[in-house]
């Protein structure tokens, strides 16, 4: 049985998913957390089960604190206490304009994207913290490269919850640093998944291929293995940090 506990959320497809299966090849019971589609998260299960390791799907919305506390309530019971957390669950809205946007709608991305972070945040330290009977852990937070290039025209309140997730990260890290607790955040550019669909746009990274100085779009792979390592010994001593998985963008 392993040793060490993941929960990643928002895992039931795209980058969650990629870190799932990577996490779990390398010794991770993992909590494959998601939303609304169960269908997928079973196939995740299924996909690590069958290179034989550890992995339930869990519902739960970020965004319902009480939905929160009872996915880390029961991970606590089904899988042991919680090594590793990947804050990957995350939402946009189709493209448009600020002048167009709606204050509800701009609620909704920041309950999921910060305010469902921040929480989950919260139950990890209170189960990694040693005056808490933990030992110690990581946490990696998903951001995106929008954080810091706005998403002008697209979705800037996206954005800007990036920017919150970046400046979360920072903070948590010196908060929890003495209790052995690293924080760091990955930062993927364009990345070939489902939520482009989301904005309105499903081949956006191939329309945006021709300003990444790498001329093409990245995969879930390629921002798992970052996330990884950020979660692996070889990071003992980073924390407060950021890796851009975004081709030179």
Same mark, same amino acid.
């Given at each position: 049985m392993p040793d060490k506990v993941m929960i990643v959320t928002g895992a039931s497809r795209g980058i969650g998913a990629a870190v799932a299966l990577l996490a779990a090849r390398r010794g991770y019971a993992v909590c494959v957390n998601y939303r609304q589609r169960r269908d997928a998260a079973d196939a995740v299960v299924a996909a690590i089960q069958a /290179?034989?390791?550890?992995a339930v799907a869990m &519902?739960? %919305? !970020? &965004? %319902? /604190?009480?939905?929160v506390v009872r996915l880390f309530q029961a991970v606590d019971r089904e899988l042991g206490r919680v090594d590793a957390l990947v804050n990957n669950a995350g939402v946009l809205d189709t493209q448009m304009r600020l002048e167009d946007m709606d204050a509800a709608r701009v609620s909704r991305i920041l309950a999921t994207n910060v305010?469902?972070?921040? !929480?989950?945040?919260? /139950?990890? !330290?209170?189960?990694? &913290? +040693?005056?808490?009977g933990g030992r110690g852990g990581a946490i990696v937070n998903v951001s995106s490269m929008a954080a810091r290039l706005g998403s002008p025209g697209e979705y800037? %309140?996206? &954005?800007? #919850?990036k920017g919150a997730l970046d400046t979360l990260t920072i903070g948590l890290s010196k908060e929890v640093a003495a209790d052995g607790i690293r924080v760091n955040a990955v930062r993927p550019g364009a990345i070939y998944t489902e939520m482009h669909a989301s904005g309105g746009e499903p081949g956006r990274v191939d329309r945006v291929a021709g #300003?990444? +100085?790498m001329q093409r779009g990245g995969t879930p792979q390629e921002v798992a293995n970052a996330v990884m390592w950020f979660v692996s010994d070889e990071a003992s001593y980073t924390t407060g940090s950021f890796i851009d998985v975004s081709g030179g963008r």
């Open positions: /290179e034989g390791g550890r &519902a739960g %919305d !970020v &965004a %319902d /604190e009480a939905q305010v469902g972070a921040l !929480v989950c945040c919260r /139950e990890a !330290v209170r189960r990694m &913290a +040693p005056r808490h800037i %309140d996206y &954005a800007a #919850s #300003s990444i +100085p």
